[in-house]
């Protein structure tokens, strides 16, 4: 698996796993009814984030990442960062990999930490990768997340230390 800066090519491979990630309502806090033009410009934003691909050696894209600083001026020093892994090629490493990425991404660039927002408390397999990669769940928001299945749960806010 190589990744590799995202190019407007990629975007026709990203949108449908984008898009069935984001309307099933299980772990995104986008609107669940997110127009392709909308997430596109909200993906692929022209500055102040970076958006990768994961690709197969024949050129499939398997997932995507982007990142950027969390905040700006004084907190600009702490990183955060998104992630997609088509349904397709889930099982197969992708998140790590994306994930490993980020963070070599953030200390190559010289950020002082990662923190990730709104981790959905029931996405258990996102939770433990991060946990594995040495994120800690620094926070809850109690019902902060509105999951089409499971009703109101938390929403963690996770943190590594770089």
Known sequence: MLIREAVDGDWPSI????????S???TYSWPRDVDEVTAREMWMPAAKSRTVV??????TVLGSARMYANHMGPASHIASASFMVDAKHSGRGVG???GEHVIDWARTAGFRGIQFNAVVETNTRAVALWRSLGFEIIGTVPEGFRSTAHGYVGLHIMYLKL
């Open 15 to 22: 949108w449908p796993f984008l898009h069935e990630i984001v």
């Open 24 to 26: 099933a309502g299980e």
């Open 54 to 59: 994961a690709v197969d050696p024949d050129g």
């Open 96 to 98: 790590r990999a994306l």
